[in-house]
């Protein structure tokens, strides 16, 4: 199958179509795939939208390349620019709030907005959510496709790899910029990429193959367990509200999924495991009182911290 099958394949032709454009080797193939379907009538408009972080001495350059890739090749473009503080344990968080908050200013209803990461993409993501101590959802890696505001970002490259669209841009000669930032390994998905994958290789082959098949097994165990959560306990899940008596002799695992798929339905960030043995113990293990409540942050702020108390017999779920 080719990337423009592909890329064909994930896009609806009637919808507003936006590429995220940060003018590097994929998005560059990206944009270039989206275009080609746009001359041959295969979709209705395109913009492309590039986000000037502000990170780096070329950082102007960079949108002056887009801006010169757009005018020649008549896409439509506009650029945002964001201020990220330069603490460095935050950074990429904040860069990434920055620009999916763009992202969602601009997305009307059904519209989709592309990404350009790939199959490499996916195996450093669930590296760091390893690292960082994941479940399930983490190894699931990242989605195809999943909602933001009104519309819904689209990965159609995600079963590609990083050689597979080098190929694609040295055969078409295509213009691209180096991200300078990509070589400082105070990020930790540099340091990753840079120093721990490349000396993993050397001895294991195809790990990014590999990840992808776990990521896939794992998304399916996640959404096999999530269908019979919501055909079981619909109620609870479209409430927030888990009637405490109905569930004494639900063994603790179950209520922590269920809890998990009431937050993630209602938007709110997933507790730590320590926090989550914190709500099973406080409500489910123990009676509680009225009194009784836990509550917890995202320290990257990504999403809205949540909060658990209880009235009477039930117990309550709710954004922060």
Same mark, same amino acid.
């Given at each position: 199958?080719?990337?423009?099958?592909?890329?064909?394949?994930?896009?609806?032709?009637?919808?507003?179509?936006?590429?995220?454009?940060?003018?590097? &080797?994929?998005?560059?193939?990206?944009?270039?795939?989206?275009?080609?379907?746009? !001359?041959?009538? !295969?979709?209705?408009?395109l913009k492309a939208i590039?986000?000037?972080?502000?990170?780096?001495?070329?950082?102007?350059?960079?949108?002056?390349?887009? $801006?010169?890739?757009?005018?020649?090749?008549?896409?439509?473009?506009?650029?945002?620019?964001?201020?990220?503080?330069?603490?460095?344990? +935050?950074?990429? +968080?904040?860069?990434?709030?920055?620009?999916?908050?763009?992202? %969602?200013?601009? &997305?009307?209803?059904?519209?989709?907005?592309?990404?350009?990461?790939?199959?490499?993409?996916?195996? %450093?993501? #669930?590296?760091?959510?390893?690292f960082r101590g994941t479940?399930?959802?983490?190894?699931?890696?990242?989605?195809?496709?999943? =909602?933001?505001?009104?519309?819904?970002?689209?990965?159609?490259?995600?079963?590609?790899?990083?050689?597979?669209?080098?190929?694609?841009?040295?055969?078409?000669?295509?213009?691209?910029?180096?991200?300078?930032?990509?070589?400082?390994?105070?990020?930790?998905?540099?340091?990753?990429?840079?120093? #721990?994958?490349?000396?993993?290789?050397?001895?294991?082959?195809?790990?990014?193959?590999?990840?992808?098949?776990?990521?896939?097994?794992?998304?399916?165990?996640?959404?096999?367990?999530?269908?019979?959560?919501?055909?079981?306990? !619909?109620? $609870?899940?479209?409430?927030?509200?888990?009637?405490?008596?109905?569930?004494?002799?639900?063994? =603790?695992?179950?209520?922590e999924e269920l809890i998990?798929?009431?937050?993630?339905?209602?938007?709110?960030?997933?507790? =730590?495991? !320590?926090?989550? =043995?914190? #709500?099973?113990?406080?409500?489910?293990?123990?009676?509680?009182?009225?009194?009784?409540?836990?509550?917890?942050?995202?320290?990257?702020?990504?999403?809205?911290?949540?909060?658990?108390?209880? %009235?009477?017999?039930?117990?309550?779920?709710?954004?922060?």
């Open positions: 199958m080719s990337l423009s099958t592909k890329l064909l394949d994930a896009l609806s032709p009637k919808n507003r179509i936006f590429v995220a454009f940060s003018g590097g &080797l994929d998005s560059t193939a990206l944009l270039f795939l989206c275009n080609k379907a746009l !001359k041959q009538k !295969k979709i209705r408009n590039h986000i000037n972080h502000n990170l780096s001495k070329n950082s102007d350059n960079w949108q002056q390349h887009c $801006e010169s890739f757009c005018r020649s090749n008549n896409i439509e473009f506009e650029s945002f620019m964001v201020e990220v503080s330069k603490n460095r344990s +935050s950074i990429e +968080s904040q860069a990434r709030q920055a620009r999916y908050k763009i992202f %969602e200013s601009l &997305l009307d209803e059904n519209d989709q907005i592309l990404l350009a990461h790939h199959r490499d993409d996916v195996f %450093e993501t #669930i590296l760091l959510r390893l479940g399930v959802d983490g190894l699931s890696g990242l989605n195809e496709e999943r =909602s933001l505001g009104k519309g819904e970002i689209i990965r159609p490259f995600l079963n590609l790899s990083k050689s597979d669209l080098e190929i694609f841009i040295h055969k078409n000669d295509l213009p691209y910029v180096e991200d300078d930032t990509n070589l400082n390994n105070d990020f930790d998905r540099n340091f990753l990429r840079n120093e #721990i994958i490349p000396s993993l290789e050397k001895r294991w082959s195809k790990l990014p193959e590999r990840a992808a098949l776990t990521s896939l097994t794992a998304k399916k165990k996640k959404l096999s367990l999530d269908f019979m959560l919501e055909k079981n306990f !619909k109620k $609870e899940i479209s409430t927030g509200i888990i009637e405490r008596g109905k569930f004494i002799e639900t063994p =603790s695992f179950l209520i998990r798929l009431i937050l993630r339905k209602k938007g709110i960030a997933l507790p =730590s495991q !320590k926090v989550l =043995s914190e #709500i099973m113990n406080v409500f489910f293990h123990k009676k509680p009182s009225n009194e009784s409540y836990v509550e917890w942050s995202r320290k990257d702020g990504e999403q809205i911290g949540g909060k658990v108390f209880s %009235e009477h017999n039930d117990i309550i779920l709710k954004k922060k």
